[in-house]
């Protein structure tokens, strides 16, 4: 492998877990998280084609996965794991297109039963987009829904606000509708608030039919969303994980990787912006090496271990008929320093509620309030993880991330 400057790539054959069980792939997704505490991160799954299937795989310890009978919506696109009611446990949502198709399914006390609430069901999307994310930084998980509306008949991009103990209130941020796209969240400016990047296909009420344009937009605290920049043209024409923040270059902000059919090029692109510490971004001459896709689905990680962020391209390639799994390696001079971790760790008890406090860390790259923070918490007595961090524990790698992404408590510094 000598990296991106010579467009070397590492090529996988297209697979599937669960061999046999799926039929032809559609939109799906797939989330991991330790739902019966044996620190083993389980699988939770979904795929809306024809006979669409879903469910939850729990890891052996062998990275082999079991297929349990928790309940699951067949016909899914978007599904994920999270706390969504703040009482330490682990819970997950399921949600797919048409009337009474999605569900929040709550952890009953970790006791290894779910329930589910019907706070969505009257909900009638399709192809609905879910991500977790704290936006208001107030220390619970809200819920970013994009997609079409049947009701309105409009694209639909809205903000589900946690009241802490797991109900949701719809809100609007005031963005151009979107939806059969994807939305990422990063602190780009560094203000200590997460930002938002949107795209999808707009509609003829919101965005002048418009289907090929990405938006960033500004996170001012207390709710407020300002548009600051548009990436056009790029169309993703697929559900979820479009596009991805991440320090390519580790100078310490937030870049952007983008992928869709470009109408001005006539081909499939994967674009990366790179980010002047403002959140300002100027498109990288690295956009034309990479290689394109379209109906694409994205993930970055520093699969080798080098310090330096790579890119997972899933997608359509070159032609309809070239489906493509493909790893580029990122050759940054610069390699990430691992962050320094947070001092004046505390827990107050507060009658039945601990509530944990840290100061900030800090990291030779990245400004302090863009920090975010992985919590974990385990049962010593029964040798159950409560709270798994997604990370390796109790050796030589303590702390080194098993899951991409933000950690946990986000941007905080205090989680109850």
Request: glycine fraction near 14%; aromatic fraction near 12%; include cysteine.
């Amino acid at each position: 492998m000598t990296g991106m400057s010579k467009r070397d790539l590492c090529m996988f054959m297209m697979a599937m877990i669960f061999h046999g069980i799926y039929g032809q792939p559609e939109f799906g997704a797939l989330d991991l998280g330790d739902v019966n505490g044996d620190g083993h991160l389980d699988l939770l799954f979904c795929n809306n084609a024809n006979n669409g299937i879903a469910g939850i795989g729990v890891n052996d310890g062998t990275g082999r996965f079991v297929m349990t009978g928790l309940p699951a919506y067949a016909m899914a696109t978007s599904v994920g794991w999270a706390d969504l009611n703040n009482d330490g446990w682990l819970d997950y949502y399921m949600f797919g297109s048409g009337p009474g198709s999605c569900h929040l399914y709550l952890n009953h006390g970790g006791d290894g039963t779910f329930v589910r609430s019907g706070q969505f069901a009257d909900r009638n999307w399709l192809d609905p987009d879910v991500t977790v994310v704290d936006y208001d930084n107030d220390g619970d998980r809200d819920l970013f829904v994009t997609g079409w509306d049947v009701e309105t008949a409009r694209r639909y991009s809205r903000i589900f606000q946690n009241d802490g103990k797991g109900t949701f209130t719809e809100t609007d941020l005031n963005l151009i509708q979107k939806g059969f796209g994807s939305a990422s969240w990063a602190d780009v400016d560094h203000n200590g608030t997460l930002d938002l990047l949107l795209n999808g296909d707009g509609d003829s009420y919101g965005d002048g039919g418009s289907y090929d344009i990405y938006r960033l937009y500004i996170n001012q605290g207390e709710g407020g969303f300002i548009q600051k920049q548009v990436f056009s043209n790029y169309r993703q024409i697929s559900v979820g994980d479009g596009s991805r923040f991440a320090d390519w270059d580790n100078d310490g902000d937030y870049d952007i990787l983008l992928t869709g059919w470009s109408s001005t090029e006539n081909r499939q692109a994967t674009c990366l912006f790179i980010n002047d510490g403002t959140g300002t971004f100027t498109r990288s001459p690295q956009s034309d090496i990479f290689p394109g896709v379209s109906e694409s689905s994205i993930e970055v990680a520093d699969l080798n271990r080098d310090g330096r962020i790579d890119l997972l391209l899933t997608g359509y390639s070159g032609d309809y008929g070239r489906q493509v799994a493909l790893l580029c390696l990122n050759e940054t001079e610069r390699s990430n320093t691992s962050p320094e971790p947070p001092l004046n760790l505390l827990t107050e008890v507060r009658k039945d509620t601990v509530v944990f406090t840290w100061d900030e860390g800090s990291d030779g790259e990245t400004p302090m309030e863009s920090l975010t923070y992985n919590l974990s918490l385990k049962d010593v007595t029964h040798d159950r993880w409560i709270i798994h961090p997604g990370s390796e524990t109790g050796s030589e790698n303590n702390g080194r991330r098993m899951i991409a992404g933000m950690g946990n408590a986000y941007l905080n510094h205090t989680w109850m």
